[in-house]
Each structure stands twice: as C-alpha cells, then as structure tokens.
C-alpha cells in the first residue's frame, strides 16, 4: 500500500517536536501540572476516547492534570508517558499535526512496572515564537478501540 504524498519534512521541525515532547511528557510525568498544561494553547482542547466530552482550555487541562497527580501520589504510584513511531506533517495552514503511539507505563512503590494503557496520540501544534504549543489533543486508547 502506498503512503499518501505529503509535504517534506525539515529535519530541524522533526527534531524539534521530538524535544518538544520530551520535555512535554517529563514536565507530565514530574507532577509538574501547571507547567505541563502550559504547554497548551489558552484555547486548548483535549479529547480521549476514554471520557466522554473533551477537556476546554488550559485552565482545565491543568486542573484535570493536578487532580490526575495528586492522586497518582495518594495510590503510591508513578507514572511514565513513552513516545514512539513520531510522524510530523507541516498543513496548509501552518500549524503541525504529530501523530505517536504513547504507552503509559505505571509502577507501583516497590513494585514492577507495567504498560497501563497503549495509546495513539494526535496533536495539532502551534507555533509560539520559538516554542511549540499544543492547540489539540486526541488520544485514542487500543483497549476502547
């Protein structure tokens, strides 16, 4: 099966989302919320198959993240967020839609680490000067697929 023509990509865009999320995810997986959410658009929107309306704004994408850390911290338990299989496409438009598959690794205190969940992400990144910003998110689950 042929893959359908896209733009070409720049090496420096590809290595700069790449960065982007590393420092996404670990600011995520820090417990850092506000930071994390940040990272979004004011106007931001967040969607999972696994909630039934999307998250609006950054205000409640930090709110949604200091809930999700404080309990993961009350459960004893860390969480890590792994990105792979990055593509990065440039549209029309200017904006860059970046698609992952991300596993959710937990660990319990004292305990073994396990895949929580596998998962496709979706996002539609701006630019903010030099930075990126998230202007939506769509995370798909495999296991509600």
Known sequence: MALPPQAPQSAELYLAVQHFYARQMQ???DGKADEWAATFTEDAV???NARPEPVRGRA???AGARQATEQLA?????????????SVDTRSD?????????????TPKGGQAAIH???VCADVLVRDGDDLLVRSRH???DDLV
């Open 46 to 48: 967040f969607a999972a």
């Open 94 to 106: 200017g904006t860059v839609l970046a698609r992952s598959y991300a596993l959710v690794i937990s």
């Open 117 to 119: 969940v596998s998962t």
């Open 60 to 62: 409640d994408i930090a």
């Open 139 to 141: 995370v798909t689950r």
């Open 27 to 29: 600011l995520l997986d």
């Open 74 to 86: 009350l459960d004893g338990l860390v969480r890590r967020h792994w990105l792979g299989m990055l």
